[in-house]
Protein backbone atom coordinates (compact mmCIF):
# COMPACT_ATOMS: atom_id res chain seq x y z
CA UNK A 1 0.00 0.00 0.00
CA UNK A 2 1.65 3.44 -1.23
CA UNK A 3 1.77 6.34 1.03
CA UNK A 4 -0.77 8.29 -0.72
CA UNK A 5 -3.52 5.90 0.28
CA UNK A 6 -2.42 5.24 3.63
CA UNK A 7 -3.09 8.89 3.90
CA UNK A 8 -5.89 9.27 2.67
CA UNK A 9 -7.51 6.24 4.67
CA UNK A 10 -5.84 7.76 8.13
CA UNK A 11 -8.01 11.14 7.16
CA UNK A 12 -10.99 9.28 6.41
CA UNK A 13 -10.59 7.74 9.92
CA UNK A 14 -10.13 10.49 11.51
CA UNK A 15 -13.01 12.49 10.39
CA UNK A 16 -15.14 9.50 11.07
CA UNK A 17 -13.84 9.09 14.53
CA UNK A 18 -14.61 13.17 15.27
CA UNK A 19 -17.87 13.21 13.19
CA UNK A 20 -19.28 10.67 15.19
CA UNK A 21 -17.87 11.82 18.46
CA UNK A 22 -19.61 15.02 17.58
CA UNK A 23 -22.29 13.61 16.60
CA UNK A 24 -22.95 11.68 19.98
CA UNK A 25 -21.64 14.85 22.22
CA UNK A 26 -24.44 16.45 20.81
CA UNK A 27 -27.07 13.64 21.00
CA UNK A 28 -26.05 13.60 24.69
CA UNK A 29 -26.65 17.52 25.32
CA UNK A 30 -31.07 16.47 24.40
CA UNK A 31 -30.64 13.12 27.23
CA UNK A 32 -31.26 15.22 30.44
CA UNK A 33 -33.40 18.14 31.00
CA UNK A 34 -31.84 21.45 32.67
CA UNK A 35 -31.85 21.55 36.16
CA UNK A 36 -33.43 24.11 37.81
CA UNK A 37 -31.35 26.91 39.19
CA UNK A 38 -32.68 26.04 42.65
CA UNK A 39 -31.46 22.44 41.66
CA UNK A 40 -27.73 23.89 40.93
CA UNK A 41 -28.04 25.91 43.77
CA UNK A 42 -28.16 22.85 45.98
CA UNK A 43 -25.82 20.09 43.92
CA UNK A 44 -23.18 23.54 44.46
CA UNK A 45 -23.40 23.62 48.24
CA UNK A 46 -22.07 19.72 48.42
CA UNK A 47 -18.66 21.10 47.63
CA UNK A 48 -18.55 24.72 49.12
CA UNK A 49 -15.26 23.03 50.57
CA UNK A 50 -12.52 24.88 49.70
CA UNK A 51 -10.90 21.17 48.64
CA UNK A 52 -13.60 20.79 46.30
CA UNK A 53 -12.96 23.72 44.35
CA UNK A 54 -12.38 22.46 41.07
CA UNK A 55 -15.45 20.53 40.91
CA UNK A 56 -17.67 23.52 42.17
CA UNK A 57 -16.03 25.45 38.96
CA UNK A 58 -17.30 22.61 37.02
CA UNK A 59 -20.55 22.20 38.47
CA UNK A 60 -21.29 25.79 37.96
CA UNK A 61 -19.90 26.04 34.84
CA UNK A 62 -21.72 23.42 32.81
CA UNK A 63 -24.82 24.28 34.63
CA UNK A 64 -24.33 28.07 34.03
CA UNK A 65 -24.57 27.00 29.90
CA UNK A 66 -27.40 24.61 30.85
CA UNK A 67 -29.47 27.66 32.32
CA UNK A 68 -29.10 30.35 29.81
CA UNK A 69 -31.91 28.25 28.26
CA UNK A 70 -30.38 28.23 24.64
CA UNK A 71 -26.35 27.65 24.99
CA UNK A 72 -26.30 24.11 25.83
CA UNK A 73 -28.73 23.06 23.06
CA UNK A 74 -27.52 25.46 20.36
CA UNK A 75 -24.13 23.73 21.44
CA UNK A 76 -25.40 20.60 20.97
CA UNK A 77 -27.29 21.07 17.34
CA UNK A 78 -23.63 22.69 16.47
CA UNK A 79 -21.99 19.39 17.13
CA UNK A 80 -24.70 17.43 15.60
CA UNK A 81 -24.49 19.05 12.29
CA UNK A 82 -20.93 19.82 12.04
CA UNK A 83 -20.24 16.48 12.81
CA UNK A 84 -22.92 15.41 9.79
CA UNK A 85 -20.80 17.82 7.68
CA UNK A 86 -17.70 16.30 8.54
CA UNK A 87 -19.12 12.69 7.93
CA UNK A 88 -20.11 13.86 4.75
CA UNK A 89 -17.14 13.96 2.13
CA UNK A 90 -18.03 16.92 -0.02
CA UNK A 91 -18.66 18.83 3.08
CA UNK A 92 -15.95 17.75 5.05
CA UNK A 93 -13.57 20.64 4.50
CA UNK A 94 -16.66 23.17 5.60
CA UNK A 95 -17.66 20.77 9.08
CA UNK A 96 -14.01 20.88 9.97
CA UNK A 97 -13.94 24.75 10.32
CA UNK A 98 -16.75 25.11 11.84
CA UNK A 99 -15.84 23.08 14.32
CA UNK A 100 -12.13 24.14 15.63
CA UNK A 101 -13.90 26.48 17.91
CA UNK A 102 -15.73 23.97 19.33
CA UNK A 103 -12.76 21.25 19.87
CA UNK A 104 -10.70 24.03 21.10
CA UNK A 105 -13.27 24.70 23.90
CA UNK A 106 -13.63 21.02 24.47
CA UNK A 107 -9.87 20.84 25.16
CA UNK A 108 -9.41 24.19 27.13
CA UNK A 109 -12.30 23.11 29.43
CA UNK A 110 -10.22 19.92 30.44
CA UNK A 111 -7.51 21.74 30.74
CA UNK A 112 -8.55 24.08 33.09
CA UNK A 113 -11.13 22.78 34.90
CA UNK A 114 -10.27 18.77 34.58
CA UNK A 115 -6.68 18.97 34.40
CA UNK A 116 -6.58 16.22 36.75
CA UNK A 117 -8.26 13.76 34.55
CA UNK A 118 -5.43 13.05 32.29
CA UNK A 119 -7.10 10.47 30.31
CA UNK A 120 -9.87 12.54 29.35
CA UNK A 121 -7.61 15.66 28.50
CA UNK A 122 -5.86 13.09 26.13
CA UNK A 123 -8.89 12.17 24.65
CA UNK A 124 -9.80 15.57 23.95
CA UNK A 125 -6.35 17.23 22.92
CA UNK A 126 -6.24 14.24 19.95
CA UNK A 127 -9.64 15.46 18.92
CA UNK A 128 -8.51 19.15 18.82
CA UNK A 129 -5.25 17.88 16.84
CA UNK A 130 -7.34 15.65 14.37
CA UNK A 131 -9.64 18.45 14.19
CA UNK A 132 -6.60 21.04 13.30
CA UNK A 133 -5.10 18.69 11.10
CA UNK A 134 -8.24 18.58 8.89
CA UNK A 135 -8.13 21.73 8.36
CA UNK A 136 -4.32 21.83 7.90
CA UNK A 137 -4.53 18.95 5.03
CA UNK A 138 -6.85 21.32 3.15
CA UNK A 139 -4.60 24.59 3.69
CA UNK A 140 -4.73 24.84 -0.79
CA UNK A 141 -8.14 26.00 -0.58
CA UNK A 142 -7.83 28.32 2.67
CA UNK A 143 -4.40 29.87 1.75
CA UNK A 144 -5.13 32.14 -0.88
CA UNK A 145 -7.69 33.81 2.10
CA UNK A 146 -5.65 34.41 4.50
CA UNK A 147 -2.00 35.24 2.86
CA UNK A 148 -2.12 38.44 1.59
CA UNK A 149 -0.34 38.52 -1.61
CA UNK A 150 2.01 41.94 -2.87
CA UNK A 151 0.14 43.75 -6.16
Request: with cysteine.
Amino acid sequence: MNIIRLTKITFIIFRLILGGMMCYGGIQKFKKPSPTPIEVVEKAKKFIDPTKEETLQKILYINGLKQTGYFWELLGICELIFGVLLIIQYTSFIGAILLIPITLHIFLFHLFLEFDEIGELIQTGALFLINSLLVLKERKIWKSLVWIHPY
